[in-house]
């Protein structure tokens, strides 16, 4: 089996957005992920663990697109250690907690707007 690759759309608590804007973003990723660029479609990439790459864009002031592309083949432990990193940089950039962020992602199934 290949890499898997998803897109996500993640709400920003609101009053949060002044700690993401700028190049804000790009220094928080780095600061978890390692080295992270910038393209010119605005998308932030860096990779991780099991994160072949992760893609990252400030949508506006409410919400954060995701793109993943992971790697299915990495050992447990690794695979573990990228899920923590992942959930710190998701609750650092939006302002929510994972409980919170699912939450959010209930309501919006549940009213038909995903």
Request: aromatic share 8%; net charge positive.
């Amino acid at each position: 089996m290949g890499e898997l690759e998803t897109m996500q759309e993640y709400d920003i608590k609101r009053g949060h957005f002044a700690k993401i804007d700028g190049d804000k973003l790009e220094i928080m990723m780095t600061e978890i992920f390692g080295s992270t660029s910038k393209r010119d479609d605005g998308f932030y990439v860096t990779s991780f663990g099991a994160l072949a790459e992760l893609h990252i864009k400030i949508k506006d002031k409410g919400a954060l697109l995701v793109e993943t592309v992971m790697d299915p083949k990495v050992d447990q432990s690794l695979a573990s250690e990228t899920i923590k990193k992942y959930n710190q940089f998701l609750e650092r950039a939006t302002g929510l907690t994972s409980k919170e962020r699912s939450k959010r992602l209930q309501k919006k199934a549940k009213d038909g707007k995903m």
